[in-house]
């Protein structure tokens, strides 16, 4: 079992940053892969980034690529999001998940899931 929680979300105006956080707890920190999804109002669920147990890896999605970092302390036991140049489309219910199978991009392949964290960019 792994319990997650968010935290970090918030308004903000475009062209800003945040920085998103996740705690886990339970299973040994270093033994999976970190994913960030998010999920607008009438949209699915979507791919943001992931890192791998030791933390040199880590894939993003195009739509963010360049402008959000992933990164995990697994002494702290957490993992984080920066988010730089923040969009209107960035708007989103973000969550964070663990994955035991490499470093996967679809959810479906995430085991455990935390409540998410709401982030909301102004025009």
């Known amino acids: 079992q792994v319990q997650l929680v968010e935290s970090g979300g918030g308004l903000v105006q475009t062209g800003d940053s945040l920085r998103l956080s996740c705690a886990a707890s339970g299973r040994t920190f270093r033994t999976y892969a970190m994913g960030w999804f998010r999920q607008a109002p009438g949209k699915e669920r979507e791919f943001v980034a992931a890192?791998?147990?030791?933390?040199?890896?880590?894939v993003y999605a195009d739509s963010v690529k360049g402008r959000f970092t992933i990164s995990r302390d697994n002494v702290k036991n957490t993992v984080s999001l920066q988010m730089n140049s923040l969009k209107p489309e960035d708007t989103a219910v973000y969550h964070c998940a663990t994955s035991f199978q490499g470093l996967p991009t679809t959810g479906s392949l995430y085991d455990y899931w935390g409540q998410g964290t709401q982030v909301t960019v102004s025009p």
């Open positions: 890192v791998g147990w030791g933390g040199s890896s880590t």
